[in-house]
């Protein structure tokens, strides 16, 4: 065997953080390997897994940093960018004040970049700083916040293998998630019930034993029908009400009269099939809810997030080992971003801005002068979009995308070009980049050190296995040098990832004891909160008291309110959009890896049979879709895996979300994605 | 094969009691000396079609069920396996067989696998040579037995417990939904 | 190859010759070739070959190719290249050709050879290799009820 | 090792982990695809007949069987000819005459096996859709099959009710 030293890395995809071990060999990486004793994914990888390789030494990777100037992109030395960086920046901050400012952080990004480049936006002067949470697991941090004290999953992704009923809300692990779906599948071979509710017959509902299709964004029906069913018929936990939460008479009276035959008008759901999902969930004696996009991204996405946490809560599926609720989160680490306080709202620890001791608290701890940090929470990503150009007139989007994955994506190019100055740090010449004034190389995974947290709140360390191509730098060092330039060093006084963590770990009390040290002992991670060294962490939440201030957890009543958009006689077609497993977030990197792209190169539209008919379409016709902000062009996929009067596209392709809606959830201002009346014209000629 | 009808092997699953006895029985009627003492030792070792699994904490046997529209009769490519009219059984032609493992693969109850020499796979053949297959004579609570006993036998005890409720005994409904056999 | 003093002509039975690649890829200086056009397949060979190489010969299946060694002073009259083509065969269920219909025939001969079963044979040979992954994971799936039927 | 791949394509979920891995382990060429069928996948691999149709029909005999390694090449024996592709029933065999290797088809990562690693498809499929111990895969069959017809009766998990040496019996197949 060659002299290749194998490197375990957490795979850069999605946060079920697979370990895949890299063949390294004098500054190169040969090839990979599979981590066959790694306890989170066995040696199992997805097809995302496999081509994590295929970006490192992409021919298209930034090699140096890249200025805009009128005879096209100019390419200048790492003293010139930071330089003009910080110089634009401080014209910005003198001329119209720091909130003018906005910060883009990643969720692909390490805990301590997300941490530094928050602390940077505060330092400046701004809370305007946020990252992609915002467009997925938002509704989340405002739905279960309240209610349980934390937006996080209650257990590890393993458990779901103890449950005797999992139930999906709006959620397709198989396809998102593919390595944690062997626990379901495990579920399975002990004889488990799988319910899935969702639009579509996704891979997750093959093998589920009823599948409730039901209309884009009426979960909220469902799910209070089911709640009826279970109140009407005493199959709630009284015992585990009684101890553990409050508030359960409000939302017994808001259920009251949303009997099941009120929700199969309005879901398309049978009545019998809503009363047998709430019979094996509420009678099972361990069961487990699992819900993602499907739930959040919707203008009721806070309301519905609540009704997933009470039907877990009435039902006593909580806080015990497989029992739990997951939010099961998209990218690698966008939960340690929320962690970090990458948001406009919540600082380090999920304090919240407008609380006078946290502010207080990291003033002292960042040794920043009393009231520098402001009361109001800063601009969220649609409203950083709306306003640039008017009262933002400088953003740095690190990692981000958003002329892919905002809404409307016509607006926001449009909002981004009125920027007096935009800088754009990533991996490759993205949409957004090309809109930039000024593009930084970053460095990939497995080219920088650092912890990242999963959807199970496993914090694991991926160490650095090669050098970055090129000038490309990590995104940590970018900013702490950005930082030094705009004079602000003394914040910033970190040498290593491993310095950050340190500040980290004294700051975010949940990641108390998580070292790096211990970080890279510990095989599969250790589990927040995990407050100091000794202690082992907590894979199972609220075993015995919720983490609100009277340790009881509030239930909250429901009330149903249509999606903003219904199908009427011009647009007769709901489209709703979501994830595909061969391809990620904005596609920036798979469209880019051969082995993903070849396999699925076209952006395609799931139509049902009985519509494509009266359409006159075929199979892989070339179709347009119209909606009222806007129209794309799509490959026709004819398949009995969609409701009638359902279409579904996929996000990763920079069109879609050229016609999706930017209405927003109030109190989580995510926007709503899974639900725009369409219509539908046959276009001529086949499909490529 | 003559033409008569070979009768199915049924199980009264409340009758199992996981003893084996019917696998031990199977592979010795298909050992190449047929009896014990000389089946133990034979290499390549019999194969039993027969598979006592402990299901959800009773123990089950499962035996090809000779289905008569089979999974392993429609996906096998060069139609090895067929449903025999005559003898309503699914018999395996090794001569036609390329042994690619499709049945073994389609065969919802799993009682289909790879053959070790004798046969690309093997499956139940109900006992070609015996009249009472070896798994029924060797059962010792009669939990497998030929389907017409097993048919009258179980009408007969319906019949008892509906002239019971007859004469004021349980209802009928209880019983059945309470899933009593 | 320097010319060497030998020179020998390939007589080609174009009768027996199924189409197959084997000639073309075991010439040492691939100057035998082939291409599918339309529902054709046309080979190419030389006339006339260089001395003690028998490659081709020696790898046809149908032994359709014989090398006569040839005068190496006679060169005025030079034997003309061989080009000859064969007939493919369209796939049963998307039109493709896939084959030449020979190797289909001898393909069928042995294999009903080998099972005695004609009928049998008879259902996946005259299908392409791609229309027979589809064709087998159909009657997988409906051997074993587990096609999906549209969402209503 | 019982010299063929058990497919249990019920479990599979499309993620195409087992492609991708066959490439990464061979260096290209698609040993193992995914079919579909009204959008459901069946992954599609040389089945290692025993009694193979592409063995036989091979002129130089280059096909052989035998139970641990399936359907192996003996490669210098090859003359690329690619009747073995027409021949077989799956269409899983692909003959590139002027490539390198020119027959593409399953080896059961013999060369993986060889240093003491499981297949790559094998190891990499979450649901263990793909099996190297067909009896271990049949046996996960039976026990998740139905066995009480009785109305209305689910299964209860299989708790392990029988006792350790009973099971220990039953896995000696």
Not at chain 1, 229 to 243: C, G, K, N, P, T
Not at chain 3, 35 to 46: H, I, K, L, N, V
Request: contains cysteine.
């Amino acid at each position: 065997m060659s002299t290749a030293i194998p490197v375990r890395t957490v795979c850069p995809y999605c946060a079920v953080g697979c370990h895949l071990d890299l063949l390294v060999e004098n500054g190169r990486v040969k090839g990979l390997e599979y981590a066959v004793d790694s306890p989170v994914n066995a040696g199992r990888l997805c097809a995302k897994g496999h081509a994590a390789l295929e970006i490192l030494y992409h021919p298209d990777r930034l090699q140096h940093p890249i200025q805009r100037s009128p005879s096209g992109w100019k390419p200048v030395s790492w003293d010139h960018a930071l330089e003009t960086a910080a110089e634009k920046i401080r014209n910005i901050v003198t001329a119209y004040g720091p909130n003018a400012l906005a910060f883009l952080s990643t969720a692909k990004g390490t805990n301590e970049e997300n941490y530094l480049v928050q602390k940077l936006a505060r330092v400046v002067g701004t809370h305007n700083v946020d990252h992609c949470a915002r467009l997925c697991h938002a509704s989340t941090l405002t739905g279960l916040g309240p209610m349980l004290g934390l937006g996080a999953a209650t257990n590890p992704l393993s458990d779901l293998s103890q449950s005797h009923c999992l139930f999906f809300v709006g959620s397709n692990p198989a396809e998102n998630h593919p390595v944690a779906f062997r626990w379901v599948q495990e579920a399975k071979d002990r004889g488990a019930r799988i319910l899935v509710a969702d639009p579509r017959r996704t891979p997750t509902a093959w093998i589920a034993d009823l599948h409730l299709p039901l209309r884009p964004g009426t979960d909220l029906a469902l799910l209070a029908a089911m709640l009826h069913v279970i109140f009407q018929e005493r199959l709630q936990d009284d015992a585990f009400i009684a101890r553990r939460t409050r508030g359960v008479e409000a939302l017994r009276a808001s259920v009251k009269h949303t009997d099941p035959t009120w929700a199969a008008r309005l879901t398309g759901v049978p009545a019998r099939d809503i009363v047998r999902a709430a019979r094996m969930y509420a009678t099972a004696p361990r069961a487990s809810l699992i819900y993602c996009m499907g739930v959040t991204q919707h203008v009721v996405g806070t309301e519905t997030v609540r009704a997933c946490a009470d039907l877990a809560l009435v039902t006593g599926h909580v806080g015990s080992l497989g029992s739990g609720l997951f939010p099961v989160r998209g990218q690698d680490n966008v939960q340690g971003a929320c962690d970090m306080g990458a948001l406009s709202g919540l600082l380090p620890g999920y304090r919240p801005v407008t609380d006078r001791e946290a502010r207080a608290f990291f003033e002292s701890a960042w040794g920043l002068p009393p009231g520098a940090l402001g009361a109001a929470p800063g601009l969220t990503v649609t409203e950083m979009e709306q306003a640039a150009g008017r009262t933002v007139r400088g953003l740095i989007a690190i990692g981000e995308n958003p002329v892919v994955t905002s809404p409307e994506s016509r607006k926001t190019r449009e909002s981004l070009q009125r920027l007096d100055f935009l800088v754009v740090v990533d991996l490759f010449m993205t949409e957004t980049a090309e809109l930039a004034h000024l593009v930084l190389p970053a460095a990939a995974w497995a080219e920088k050190s650092g912890s990242r947290t999963n959807t199970d709140r496993r914090v694991q360390w991926s160490p650095k296995a090669v050098d970055p191509p090129g000038e490309a730098r990590p995104d940590w060092k970018i900013v702490i040098d950005l930082a030094h330039r705009l004079g602000l060093g003394q914040f910033f006084p970190y040498g290593s990832p491993e310095d950050v963590l340190e500040e980290i770990r004294r700051i975010v009390p949940a990641y108390g004891g998580i070292s790096a040290g211990r970080l890279s002992q510990a095989a599969e991670g250790i589990a927040w909160p995990c407050p100091d060294e000794t202690h082992p962490g907590t894979p199972v939440l609220y075993e015995n008291h919720f983490a609100t201030e009277d340790g009881l957890a509030r239930l909250y009543p429901i009330e149903f309110r249509e999606p903003p958009e219904m199908p009427d006689a011009d647009f007769p077609y709901c489209l709703t959009t979501g994830r595909v497993s061969l391809h990620y977030n904005s596609g920036a990197m798979t469209r880019r890896s051969p082995s993903l792209f070849s396999r699925s190169p076209h952006l395609f539209v799931e139509i049902h049979p009985d519509d494509a008919a009266r359409e006159g379409l075929r199979h892989r016709d070339r179709v347009r879709l119209i909606t009222r902000r806007g129209s794309i062009e799509a490959q026709a996929h004819v398949t009995g895996s969609v409701c009638p009067g359902v279409l579904f596209a996929p996000f990763h392709f920079p069109q879609t979300n050229a016609i999706t809606q930017n209405m927003l959830d109030p109190s989580a201002k995510i926007p709503e994605f899974k639900t725009a009346a369409c219509r539908l014209e046959k276009m001529e000629g086949k499909g490529p | 094969m003559e033409g008569t009808v070979r009768e199915r092997v049924m199980v009264r699953l409340e009758r199992c009691v996981g003893c084996r006895s019917c696998e031990m029985a199977c592979r010795v009627a298909h050992s190449r000396s047929g009896i014990l003492r000389d089946a133990v030792c034979e290499e390549p070792r019999p194969l039993r079609r027969i598979f006592v699994e402990q299901a959800a904490d009773s123990p089950a046997p499962f035996l090809c069920r000779h289905c008569e529209d089979a999974p392993c009769v429609r996906c096998c490519p060069t139609g090895a396996l067929a449903f025999d009219e005559e003898s309503r059984l699914v018999v395996y032609g090794v001569e036609r067989c390329i042994g690619c493992h499709a049945c073994v693969m389609a065969c919802p109850f799993g009682v289909i696998q790879p053959g070790r020499g004798d046969g690309y796979v093997v499956k139940c053949d109900r006992c070609v040579g015996r009249e009472e297959p070896a798994c029924v004579e060797a059962c010792p609570t009669k939990a497998l037995v030929l389907e017409s006993r097993f048919l009258s036998e179980r009408r007969r005890r319906t019949a008892i417990q509906f002239v019971q409720a007859a004469r004021g005994g349980p209802r009928v409904e209880d019983m059945l939904a309470s899933g009593s056999p | 190859m320097r010319e060497t003093p030998t020179r020998q002509r390939l007589i080609i039975d174009f009768e027996k010759c199924c189409g197959c690649f084997a000639c073309a890829a075991a010439c040492p200086e691939k100057r035998i070739a082939f291409s599918d056009q339309g529902t054709e397949r046309r080979f190419s060979a030389p006339g006339v070959c260089s001395g003690e190489c028998e490659t081709c010969r020696k790898v046809c299946p149908v032994d359709a190719i014989v090398l006569e060694p040839f005068p190496l002073e006679d060169d005025e009259c030079h034997p003309p290249a061989l080009t000859w083509t064969l007939p493919l065969v369209r796939c049963r269920r998307c039109g493709e050709p896939f084959t030449t219909e020979k190797i289909r025939r001898m393909t069928m001969e042995k294999l009903t050879m080998l099972l005695e079963a004609p009928d049998a044979v008879s259902d996946w040979v005259p299908v392409c290799l791609a229309c027979r992954r589809i064709e087998e994971a159909h009657r997988v799936r409906t051997a074993t009820r587990t096609l999906p039927d549209p969402l209503r | 090792m019982s010299g063929f791949l058990h497919v249990d394509f019920r479990r599979c979920t499309a993620c195409f982990a087992c492609e991708t891995a066959c490439r990464t382990a061979h260096g290209g060429g698609l040993r193992i695809q995914l079919a579909f069928v009204d959008g459901l996948p069946v992954p599609l691999m040389c089945r290692h007949c025993e009694q193979s149709p592409c063995a036989a029909v091979c002129p130089e005999h280059a096909l052989v069987w035998d139970q641990d390694h399936g359907v192996t090449l003996l490669a210098d024996r090859c003359t690329r000819c690619g009747l073995c592709a027409v021949a077989c029933p799956f269409g899983v065999l692909f003959v590139d005459p002027f490539a390198q290797p020119s027959v593409i088809k399953c080896d059961l990562c013999r060369a993986r096996r060889a240093e003491g690693k499981r297949p790559a498809c094998v190891l990499t499929c979450p649901t263990e859709a793909i099996t190297e111990e067909p009896h271990h895969s049949l046996r996960r069959r039976r026990l998740t099959t139905p066995v009480f017809p009785i109305a209305g009766k689910p299964p209860r998990p299989f708790q392990g009710g029988a006792s350790r040496a009973s099971r220990k019996r039953n896995d000696m197949v």
